[in-house]
């Protein structure tokens, strides 16, 4: 091949100074190790001792390779036994034959009857015996600082896998090292066959007990890959496990292996269509992720995390392995009625599990989220949720909180409702913020927007106790009596918006716990409004012009200056401080209480009217019974007058009925209402 610079002279002049300077300096160098170099000049002239000493060392090699050759590796079996029991506080025994073959570019190692036991404690169950097992290490890897293990083959083992309420786990060989939750990871294996296992699994904390076997066989027939069955219980109830997966051969770190998932119990089903990212990490894979079922917090029971009670459930998402950290990304599917989208991530900080999630719905049933406070779900065959209490003709819902799930992991929740089905309270949009922490739920803000108002507070639930201690404080802006109180004969009884607050604390396991035990104030108030004047009339017990218009159906309407109820709770009872109905024909004042213990009432309303009339009962308004069924009456008087009384006052007590907030200030002046709004403040 021509080269331009051999005929260049002065590159051929510079390139014979500099090669003959480099020659000279490596010859100088050369003289130098062979005048002065021992080392040099016994390979080079080797005298007597410098050949004793090869030969010694041949020798040695030599023996030690027939040592190796010949070697009884048996010999071993004791003293690695007794070393690896007196590291790990465990029985372990190497009873079989133990194989090795040194002279390979692939080392194999074959262990016989190998057994590992349980800690003391784990009911004398040995954790791993194996009949056979076999492995092989590529040496040119090993060199590299790598391990390749070219084939594990493993003959009926079994593992016993115990963990206690505690957190104590049989199988971790060293309980002192922190869980990470990154999964297991094992080196790469070209081949992997298992043969007859089985695993047994006794999880005290969740209530599982499972049977299961396990085989990873060649070939290309049926039983081929990797098959994984399980049958066993959860919290009593059937459970099954199933996992799937190609035959283990040829199998390379940057090729993911496929896999399928089932695990069903406690009216639950989990389904996981994946891949692990660099087979035999399982800290890494990709799945698709489907879950249903009839309760989410029975999830907790196949996957430790706390979730509320719900309505049947459907989900799925890409869920995403990442060492401890999962990710439920872009997950969709309907809880009850509802439907939701949105994402999920679960980690290990430290030695506590947490979980995030953003949460949203486009339209939102009202008695799904309502099933979060412990009522009971009844989805309709039109695909509504029904909500009850649970208890037949009661309000509050007596589902206990399961504390000791609170205390198990920290997280957060972000909830967006964009719009809401049509409810009889007429909400249309709602949001909750939450955050778990040690044990604290702490719900912050929580926001119900109305067709017209809104509702806003937090509520905080302290589980580190055995009965947990709740506080809430919860405000009402605007909502119209009207969506209340029902219209009579096609008009509306009585308009106005209501101001009101709620603050309440006490200990409880349940919503209807909480109510009875705790203390606080209870207060709603109607700065102004408009009452039809027959309602109106009867509140003073006038007869003669309540009854007439009311039979008449009259529509006139009488302004409602001031409409004050305000309760001071202790022990779950609610006694009236202050209760007054100011109109522009009658002033009414009340007294009484709710308790909401047995969630009854009984109220006493004196009404006195400002102008005279022919006809005048003085008889006071009794309403008392079970807070979804008042009784409304007169104290005493007229039968005749009694009945149409009733049915009349019936429809102004809902108010005390239906609503449970606290007061926020408002324009009332008289009948008390300026001062009941101060104090409110």
Same mark, same amino acid.
């Given at each position: 091949?021509? /080269?331009?610079?051999?005929?260049?002279?002065n590159?051929?002049?510079f390139?014979?100074?500099?090669?003959?300077?480099?020659?000279t300096?490596?010859?100088?160098?050369?003289?130098?190790v062979?005048?002065?170099d021992?080392?040099?000049?016994?390979?080079?002239?080797?005298?007597?001792?410098?050949?004793?000493?090869?030969?010694?060392?041949?020798?040695?090699?030599?023996?030690?390779?027939?040592?190796?050759?010949?070697?009884?590796?048996?010999?071993?079996?004791?003293?690695?036994?007794?070393?690896?029991?007196?590291?790990?506080?465990?029985?372990?025994?190497l /009873?079989?034959?133990?194989?090795?073959?040194?002279?390979?570019?692939?080392?194999?190692?074959?262990?016989?009857?190998?057994?590992?036991?349980?800690p003391?404690?784990?009911?004398? %169950?040995?954790?791993?015996?194996?009949?056979?097992?076999?492995?092989?290490?590529?040496?040119?890897?090993?060199?590299?600082?790598?391990?390749?293990?070219p084939?594990?083959?493993?003959?009926r083992?079994?593992?016993?896998?115990?963990?206690?309420?505690?957190?104590?786990?049989?199988?971790?060989l060293?309980?002192? %090292?922190?869980?990470?939750?990154?999964?297991?990871?094992l080196?790469?294996?070209?081949?992997?066959?298992?043969?007859?296992?089985?695993?047994s699994?006794?999880?005290?904390?969740?209530?599982?007990?499972l049977?299961?076997?396990?085989?990873?066989?060649?070939?290309?027939?049926?039983d081929?890959?990797?098959?994984?069955?399980?049958?066993?219980?959860?919290?009593?109830?059937?459970?099954?496990?199933?996992?799937?997966?190609?035959?283990?051969i040829?199998? !390379?770190?940057?090729?993911p292996?496929?896999?399928?998932?089932?695990?069903?119990g406690v009216?639950?089903?989990l389904?996981?269509?994946?891949?692990?990212?660099?087979?035999f990490?399982?800290?890494?894979?990709?799945?698709?992720?489907?879950?249903?079922?009839?309760?989410?917090?029975?999830?907790?029971?196949?996957?430790?995390?706390?979730?509320?009670?719900?309505?049947?459930? !459907?989900?799925?998402g890409?869920?995403?392995?990442?060492?401890?950290?999962?990710?439920?990304?872009?997950?969709?599917?309907?809880?009850?009625?509802?439907?939701?989208?949105?994402?999920?991530?679960v980690?290990?900080?430290?030695?506590?599990?947490?979980?995030?999630?953003v949460?949203?719905?486009r339209?939102?049933?009202?008695?799904?989220?309502?099933?979060?406070?412990?009522?009971?779900?009844?989805?309709?065959?039109?695909?509504n949720?029904?909500?009850?209490?649970?208890?037949?003709?009661?309000?509050?819902?007596?589902?206990?909180?399961?504390?000791?799930?609170?205390?198990?992991?920290?997280?957060?929740l972000?909830?967006?409702?964009e719009?809401?089905?049509?409810?009889?309270l007429?909400v249309?949009?709602?949001?909750?913020?939450?955050?778990?922490?040690?044990?604290?739920l702490?719900?912050?803000?929580?926001?119900?927007?109305?067709?017209?108002?809104e509702?806003?507070?937090?509520?905080?639930?302290?589980?580190?106790?055995?009965?947990p201690?709740s506080?809430?404080?919860? !405000?009402?802006?605007?909502y119209?009596?009207?969506?209340?109180?029902?219209?009579?004969?096609?008009?509306?009884?009585?308009?106005?918006?209501?101001?009101?607050?709620?603050?309440?604390?006490?200990?409880?396991?349940?919503?209807?716990?909480?109510?009875?035990?705790?203390?606080?104030?209870?207060?709603?108030?109607?700065p102004?409004?408009?009452?039809?004047?027959?309602?109106?009339?009867?509140?003073?017990?006038?007869?003669?012009?309540?009854?007439?218009r009311l039979?008449?159906?009259?529509?006139?309407?009488?302004?409602?200056?001031?409409?004050?109820?305000?309760?001071?709770?202790?022990g779950?009872?609610?006694?009236?401080?202050?209760?007054?109905?100011?109109?522009?024909?009658?002033?009414?004042?009340g007294?009484?209480?709710?308790?909401?213990?047995?969630?009854?009432?009984?109220?006493?309303?004196?009404?006195e009217? %400002?102008?005279?009339?022919?006809?005048?009962?003085?008889?006071?308004?009794?309403?008392?019974?079970?807070?979804?069924?008042?009784k409304?009456?007169?104290?005493?008087?007229?039968?005749?007058?009694?009945?149409?009384?009733?049915?009349?006052?019936?429809?102004?007590?809902?108010?005390?009925?239906?609503?449970?907030?606290?007061?926020?200030?408002?324009?009332?002046?008289?009948?008390?209402c300026?001062?009941?709004?101060?104090?409110?403040?």
């Open positions: 091949m021509f /080269n331009a610079l051999n005929e260049n002279p590159w051929s002049a390139r014979e100074r500099a090669m003959g300077q480099a020659g300096r490596v010859r100088a160098w050369r003289d130098w062979v005048e002065n021992p080392i040099y000049a016994a390979v080079r002239k080797p005298g007597p001792p410098e050949k004793i000493a090869a030969a010694i060392a041949l020798i040695v090699i030599t023996a030690v390779v027939l040592f190796l050759i010949f070697f009884d590796w048996n010999m071993l079996r004791g003293p690695i036994g007794r070393w690896a029991s007196a590291k790990y506080d465990r029985q372990i025994e /009873n079989g034959d133990l194989d090795v073959n040194l002279f390979s570019w692939e080392p194999r190692a074959q262990i016989r009857d190998l057994r590992i036991g349980g003391d404690w784990a009911r004398e %169950k040995d954790t791993l015996k194996i009949d056979d097992i076999q492995a092989s290490v590529r040496l040119r890897s090993l060199f590299a600082g790598r391990v390749e293990m084939l594990v083959a493993i003959a083992p079994e593992v016993v896998l115990i963990s206690t309420e505690d957190g104590r786990k049989s199988w971790v060293d309980p002192d %090292k922190l869980d990470t939750g990154e999964g297991l990871k080196p790469p294996i070209n081949r992997l066959i298992i043969r007859d296992g089985r695993v699994l006794d999880e005290q904390n969740r209530d599982i007990k049977e299961a076997t396990v085989n990873a066989r060649e070939g290309s027939d049926g081929a890959g990797f098959h994984l069955d399980g049958q066993g219980t959860i919290n009593g109830t059937p459970m099954t496990l199933m996992v799937r997966g190609g035959p283990f040829n199998i !390379r770190r940057d090729r292996y496929a896999f399928r998932g089932e695990v069903t009216g639950s089903k389904v996981a269509n994946g891949s692990i990212t660099r087979p990490d399982l800290g890494h894979f990709n799945a698709t992720l489907s879950l249903q079922g009839r309760d989410l917090a029975d999830i907790y029971l196949l996957t430790g995390i706390t979730t509320p009670n719900t309505p049947p459930y !459907r989900i799925e890409a869920l995403t392995r990442s060492n401890a950290k999962f990710t439920l990304n872009d997950f969709t599917g309907r809880i009850g009625s509802s439907d939701v989208s949105g994402d999920l991530t980690d290990k900080v430290g030695d506590r599990r947490r979980v995030d999630a949460i949203n719905s339209l939102l049933d009202i008695d799904d989220l309502m099933t979060v406070l412990g009522g009971k779900p009844q989805v309709t065959s039109g695909g949720t029904v909500l009850t209490s649970g208890r037949p003709g009661r309000l509050l819902p007596d589902a206990p909180l399961n504390v000791e799930r609170l205390r198990v992991m920290d997280g957060s972000k909830f967006r409702a719009r809401v089905k049509r409810n009889n007429d249309r949009k709602v949001s909750a913020d939450a955050v778990l922490k040690d044990g604290v702490d719900l912050n803000p929580v926001a119900f927007t109305f067709n017209r108002g509702l806003n507070g937090t509520a905080k639930i302290n589980a580190t106790r055995d009965v201690y506080a809430i404080d919860f !405000r009402l802006r605007g119209p009596l009207e969506s209340i109180i029902p219209a009579r004969n096609g008009a509306p009884t009585v308009t106005g918006s209501t101001l009101g607050r709620a603050k309440l604390e006490g200990p409880g396991k349940s919503v209807h716990d909480f109510a009875a035990n705790s203390k606080g104030s209870i207060s709603v108030i109607v102004h409004g408009r009452m039809r004047a027959a309602f109106a009339e009867l509140l003073g017990i006038n007869a003669s012009a309540g009854l007439f039979l008449g159906g009259d529509t006139s309407t009488s302004e409602i200056r001031c409409a004050v109820a305000d309760f001071a709770v202790s779950g009872v609610a006694r009236t401080r202050t209760f007054v109905i100011d109109t522009t024909p009658v002033l009414a004042q007294s009484g209480t709710i308790d909401l213990n047995t969630e009854t009432m009984n109220l006493k309303i004196d009404g009217t %400002k102008e005279a009339r022919l006809i005048r009962l003085w008889s006071p308004i009794t309403v008392s019974g079970l807070l979804t069924a008042p409304v009456g007169v104290e005493a008087g007229p039968a005749v007058a009694q009945v149409g009384l009733g049915a009349a006052l019936a429809a102004l007590v809902s108010p005390l009925v239906a609503l449970l907030p606290f007061v926020d200030p408002g324009l009332a002046e008289d009948a008390n300026g001062a009941l709004i101060s104090g409110a403040r």
